[in-house]
């Protein structure tokens, strides 16, 4: 509509020939330094990489109140998710430099519940991962309806993220047939992969902590599978 959406687009403009797009959804604060940190990983590893702005003009949040009012607005209006990432992918999928048809999504806490829904939406993406994100969700799915392989990296001890949720998302996946795997790292709590997270957890109360290990092999493990995937 008339919303402005600002992204951040990052490639490696020595290399020549067309390669994979990867949209990075990033967490509740919005489109900040760590978003754009992943896209630049990405590049170096030969991608074009989006992070995708879900609120609009570029709006970021400084404190869980403000965040969490922004992630309420594009949670609680599913079409306006929807267009956004739609926008998204339709600006990645259009720069010179990326492959028709060959796109990923990888979304962190907030973005990665929003990357879990497009593909449960069937949105034409041949990857999506998900790091530390909310598994629930109030789209069902049948058989045939998720066209993306999927990767979950879930930290075991997060209260974000009960074993409830984790065993439910295993059952409507499974019953769905959805090519998918999730790793649960024992002992590790929400925004694992992100340095910030224990400042985080001390300056609002939160109940987040950064893993070495976990960020490390979840970050691994993302490259073999977007390796494998694209070949």
Known sequence: GDTLMKGYLAYDDSIKEKRAGVLVVPEWWGVNDYGRKRARMLAEQGYV???V???GNGQTAGNPKDAGALAGSVNKNPQVALARFQAAERFLGKQPNVRKGEL????YCFGGGVVLNMARLGEPLKAVVSYHGVLASDI???PGDVKAKLRVFNGAADPIVPPAQVD???TDMDNAKVDYLLVDYPEVKHTFTNREADSYAAQFGLPLKYDAHADSDSWTKTLEFLKATFK
């Open 49 to 51: 990489a989006l992070v």
């Open 53 to 55: 702005d879900m609120y």
């Open 104 to 107: 990923a999504a990888l979304g």
């Open 140 to 142: 069902a799915i049948k």
């Open 168 to 170: 439910s998302f295993k």
